[in-house]
């Protein structure tokens, strides 16, 4: 029914900048896509939550990516977005787009950053 399919991942320095989108495609609403935001997964660690955006724009973030990243959305074109900047090299990690409402969940198969010098 939904597909997602995230991109912008890719190698940056610390303290660069990338931009990843979702772009979600199927029946999209505001009852499936109520919330969509991003996780995060480094290798040997657990997934974990960065991001989320509510179908109105209200936002929440991971303390850790609080004042750096900025999650936004655009619902005409079922788009999600996470600017990054500030980038740190514990930043680096396979990012997740999900996709959520009340009776469904839906994730992208992820794109990886890497921050490294």
């Known amino acids: 029914q939904v597909q997602l399919v995230e991109s912008g991942g890719g190698l940056v320095q610390p303290g660069g900048s990338l931009r990843l989108s979702c772009a979600a495609s199927g029946s999209i609403s505001r009852i499936n896509a109520n919330t969509m935001g991003w996780y995060r997964q480094a290798p040997g660690k657990q997934r974990e939550f960065v991001a989320r955006a509510s179908w109105g724009g209200n936002t929440i973030y991971a303390d850790s990516v609080k004042g750096r990243f900025t999650i936004s959305r655009d619902n005409d074109r079922n788009t999600v977005f996470l600017q990054m900047d500030k980038l740190k090299p514990e930043d680096t990690a396979v990012y997740y787009c999900?996709?959520?409402?009340?009776?469904?969940?839906?994730w992208g198969q992820g794109t990886q950053v890497t921050v490294s010098s």
């Open positions: 999900n996709l959520g409402g009340a009776m469904s969940s839906y």
